[in-house]
Nanobody
Framework: QVQLVESGGGLVQAGGSLRLSCVAA????????MAWYRQAPGKQRELVAR???????NYADSVKGRFTIARVNAKKTVYLQMNSLKAEDTAVYYC?????????WGQGTQVTVSS
């Protein structure tokens, strides 16, 4: 069993920055992929960014050039650096881990961007 714990959310003005962190507890396999998703009120959960264990990344078009995902495998931690935040980035952000045939989610952290 894996537990994911997010931190770093909060309230920020448009144009500001936040960094989210997610720490995984439990067994992490070598072939895992970690990601950040978000869900705004009344909308479906959507992929924000994904990173493989070896550092290959992909991003949603809406965040390219503004957000950066990174990970430190030794710390079982994935980060999401969010710059130039916009009101439409307001959402609950969830950490996600996929390994073998299992998928895990964190409890979510609220990010609110005021315009």
């Amino acid at each position: 069993q894996v537990q994911l714990v997010e931190s770093g959310g909060g309230l920020v003005q448009a144009g500001g920055s936040l960094r989210l962190s997610c720490v995984a507890a439990g067994y992490i396999s070598s072939g895992n992929v970690m990601a950040w998703y978000r869900q705004a009120p009344g909308k479906q959960r959507e992929l924000v960014a994904r990173i493989t264990r070896y550092g290959t990344t992909n991003y949603a078009d809406s965040v390219k050039g503004r957000f950066t995902i990174a990970r430190v495998n030794a710390k079982k931690t994935v980060y999401l650096q969010m710059n130039s935040l916009k009101a439409e980035d307001t959402a609950v952000y969830y950490c996600n881990l996929v390994q073998l045939s299992d998928e895990y989610w964190g409890q979510g952290t609220q990010v609110t961007v005021s315009s």
